[in-house]
């Protein structure tokens, strides 16, 4: 969905998220995260650097700098943040005009998708769907729920939400 949208909508600019996990063979630090050591992870924390963040319960903690709002704005463009339900929450509630979308894949299409990316070990695997099926249940505490059962329709589903909350905001901007 991210790269559908960074694609479709020229304006979005995707802020990088910092993570405490170890970065994978073809990541690089600033473009896929913000790889960060516990201690400067705990260091930027306690600056108040975050605008969220969120501890996974295998211990990796992931989270959105204010720095890289920052950085988007001084672009011009418009941040698009890739987070996790607490996350999403809390941006809702720190920027009363995010917008929100949780995009629902059903479980088993979650499941092949996890395995077929063989990053991580079974044991996490069943974690991340066992967190699916807790996120599952709030997600009608979001703007707009996408259900990605077809990778094409979900994210055409997404433009279309972005482009009409782009020109929203855009109308009341001139108003």
Not at 134 to 159: I, M, P, S, T, Y
């Amino acid at each position: 969905m991210v790269r559908a949208l960074l694609a479709r909508v020229p304006s979005l600019r995707l802020a990088v998220s910092a993570t405490t996990r170890r970065q994978r063979a073809g990541e690089h630090d600033g473009e896929h995260y913000w790889f960060l050591s516990d201690g400067e992870f705990d260091r930027r924390l306690a600056a108040g650097d975050f605008l969220e963040y969120h501890v996974f319960p295998w211990g990796q903690r992931s989270g959105t700098l204010r720095s890289e709002l920052d950085r988007i704005e001084a672009e011009g463009g418009v941040p698009l943040l890739e987070l996790e339900l607490n996350g999403a929450r809390a941006v809702k509630e720190q920027l009363p005009g995010a917008v929100t979308i949780f995009v629902d894949a059903p479980i088993p299409e979650l499941e092949r998708r996890l395995q077929e990316r063989a990053t991580e070990s079974e044991g996490e695997i069943d974690e991340r769907i066992a967190l699916a099926r807790e996120q599952k249940e709030l997600a009608g505490a979001f703007d707009h729920v996408v259900e990605n059962d077809d990778r094409e329709r979900a994210a055409a589903e997404c433009v279309g939400i972005v482009e009409r909350e782009l020109e929203r905001a855009a109308t009341m901007a001139r108003r």
